[in-house]
């Protein structure tokens, strides 16, 4: 399996990576690539790399446990347990549940990469993206008030109680989330393209739920990862488990997720169900995948955030056998690009679709600094489902796809992340 890391890395312009794979209670890992190019450290199995994203499962179990413990019910409103949560329309603050926050279907914005002193007062700036429960639309914001959920609930801080209620359950103590304990450990930091390295070393502590703090090596990575094909081992009860791999939104694009479940994704890799999670932030990239049906666990985390998701893919295809397939783009011309075009937003971006001549296309705007794209040819998949020409997704092939209410799209979904329409 090193042999196999180590080529995948190299081919993709990695710098550090592991993998780890259990299968029948037997676990295989390697690692391979340096942990910090400026001090020439080597990555070991037992280095520590920052996860991203794949945070939100951990906050996701953590939420499923106070379920367990009949604390928290999936379907009642979250105001009822933070009374200060605001959200820029009434009706949704009032109707807006665990349930929605965990299957990313909120309509709550993904919100901003910084470090307020108050994550939730920022909120109510935010325009929702549709009322809870109406769609889907990949949210940091809503996992950092699922985190807030949990504080309220255990009379914990997240990181505390995700160490008491999770990580020691499963001896898992190569998981981390305060940066105060990193001097006594090995740690990776992330990697550019070009090999330098990346600074600062995360953006925020307030994100921490969301996957901004927390480091993992793959085998512990993997190791959380059993509890979902071994009945929750202890921390869930095994209906608790059995719910959270329950899809309960459909995505509009496919090569992001095929559907939402309770905190992991579903995807369909060559016919065969697969869940997990993927994340990427400063310092690393990390994907954990299972296979209900064989029982397989496979992590892989690497700093290279670049890379990290064309590289899980390829290990995941390797060891698994088969990988996601879609269609591919036969023409540029889009029949009728009249349902598309307009103006879309989200907090961060904004999206000006057009079409000239047939051919449908996106400029993209960053809210911030003001700067334009040049424009995108979107490459006809399927009904309202697009390729664009040029990737926007930073490297991952996502699609972008759009919801279609009464023959006018309301929204557009790029990869997992949506905006609604304004003009």
Same mark, same amino acid.
């Given at each position: 399996?090193? !042999?196999?890391?180590?080529?995948? %890395?190299?081919?993709?312009?990695?710098?550090?990576?592991?993998?780890?794979?259990?299968?029948?209670?037997?676990?295989?890992?390697?690692?391979?690539?340096?942990?910090?190019?400026?001090?020439?450290?080597?990555?070991?199995?037992?280095?520590?790399?920052?996860?991203?994203?794949?945070?939100?499962?951990?906050?996701?179990?953590?939420?499923?446990?106070?379920?367990?413990?009949?604390?928290?019910?999936?379907?009642?409103?979250?105001?009822?347990?933070?009374?200060?949560?605001?959200?820029?329309?009434?009706? %949704?603050?009032?109707?807006?549940?665990?349930? *929605?926050?965990?299957?990313?279907?909120?309509?709550?914005?993904?919100?901003?990469?910084?470090?307020?002193?108050?994550?939730?007062?920022?909120?109510?700036?935010?325009?929702?993206?549709?009322?809870?429960?109406?769609?889907?639309?990949?949210?940091?914001?809503?996992?950092? #008030?699922?985190?807030?959920?949990?504080?309220?609930?255990?009379?914990?801080?997240?990181?505390?109680?995700?160490?008491?209620?999770?990580?020691?359950?499963?001896?898992?103590?190569?998981?981390?989330?305060?940066?105060?304990?990193?001097?006594?450990? =090995?740690?990776?930091?992330?990697h550019a393209p070009d090999g330098s390295?990346?600074?600062?070393?995360?953006?925020?502590?307030?994100?921490?739920? &969301?996957?901004?703090?927390?480091?993992?090596?793959?085998?512990?990575?993997?190791?959380?990862?059993?509890?979902?094909?071994?009945?929750?081992?202890?921390?869930?009860?095994?209906?608790?488990?059995? &719910?959270?791999?329950?899809?309960?939104?459909s995505l509009p694009t496919r090569r992001?997720?095929?559907?939402?479940?309770?905190?992991?994704?579903?995807?369909?890799?060559?016919?065969?169900?697969?869940?997990? *999670?993927?994340?990427?932030?400063?310092?690393?990239?990390?994907?954990?995948?299972?296979?209900?049906?064989?029982?397989?666990?496979?992590?892989?985390?690497?700093?290279?955030?670049?890379?990290?998701?064309?590289?899980?893919?390829?290990?995941? %295809? !390797?060891?698994?056998?088969? =990988?996601?397939?879609?269609?591919?783009?036969?023409?540029?011309?889009?029949?009728?690009?009249?349902?598309?075009?307009?103006?879309?937003?989200?907090?961060?971006?904004?999206? !000006? #679709?057009?079409?000239?001549?047939?051919?449908?296309?996106?400029?993209?705007?960053?809210?911030?600094?003001?700067?334009?794209?040049?424009? #995108?040819?979107?490459?006809?998949?399927?009904?309202?489902?697009?390729?664009? !020409?040029?990737?926007?997704?930073?490297? =991952?092939?996502?699609?972008? &796809?759009?919801?279609?209410?009464?023959?006018?799209?309301?929204?557009?979904?790029?990869?997992?992340?949506?905006?609604? =329409?304004?003009?």
């Amino acid at each position: 399996m090193e !042999e196999m890391l180590t080529e995948a %890395a190299r081919r993709m312009g990695v710098t550090g990576a592991q993998v780890a794979v259990l299968a029948d209670g037997e676990l295989c890992e390697a690692a391979t690539g340096v942990a910090n190019a400026e001090l020439g450290l080597p990555m070991d199995p037992r280095t520590l790399i920052q996860i991203g994203s794949t945070t939100k499962l951990h906050t996701a179990v953590l939420a499923m446990t106070l379920v367990d413990d009949g604390l928290l019910d999936l379907d009642e409103p979250v105001v009822r347990h933070l009374p200060e949560l605001r959200l820029s329309d009434g009706a %949704a603050t009032a109707s807006v549940t665990a349930r *929605h926050l965990l299957s990313m279907s909120s309509g709550i914005d993904n919100g901003h990469y910084d470090d307020p002193a108050d994550y939730l007062a920022t909120l109510a700036g935010m325009e929702m993206l549709f009322a809870p429960g109406d769609g889907y639309s990949y949210s940091n914001a809503s996992t950092v #008030v699922s985190g807030a959920l949990v504080a309220r609930l255990t009379g914990a801080s997240w990181d505390e109680a995700l160490r008491r209620r999770v990580f020691e359950p499963l001896g898992l103590r190569e998981c981390l989330t305060l940066w105060e304990e990193l001097p006594y450990h =090995r740690v990776a930091v992330g990697h550019a393209p070009d090999g330098s390295v990346v600074r600062p070393w995360t953006f925020s502590r307030a994100s921490g739920p &969301a996957g901004s703090t927390l480091c993992s090596t793959a085998a512990d990575l993997a190791r959380f990862g059993e509890l979902f094909v071994r009945a929750g081992a202890g921390v869930l009860s095994a209906e608790a488990c059995a &719910a959270m791999q329950v899809p309960q939104v459909s995505l509009p694009t496919r090569r992001f997720a095929d559907s939402w479940c309770l905190g992991p994704y579903q995807r369909d890799f060559g016919g065969t169900t697969v869940l997990g *999670h993927s994340g990427t932030n400063l310092g690393g990239s990390s994907t954990l995948l299972w296979v209900p049906s064989t029982g397989v666990v496979v992590a892989v985390v690497c700093n290279s955030p670049h890379a990290g998701y064309p590289l899980a893919v390829a290990v995941a %295809a !390797e060891v698994l056998g088969a =990988r996601p397939a879609d269609v591919e783009p036969v023409t540029r011309l889009t029949a009728d690009a009249g349902p598309y075009e307009g103006r879309y937003a989200a907090c961060d971006l904004r999206y !000006e #679709v057009t079409a000239v001549d047939g051919v449908l296309t996106v400029t993209l705007e960053d809210v911030a600094s003001g700067a334009l794209s040049p424009p #995108v040819a979107l490459l006809p998949l399927d009904e309202h489902r697009f390729l664009p !020409e040029q990737d926007l997704s930073g490297g =991952r092939g996502w699609d972008l &796809a759009f919801v279609v209410r009464d023959g006018r799209a309301v929204r557009l979904v790029s990869g997992g992340f949506a905006a609604r =329409r304004v003009v």
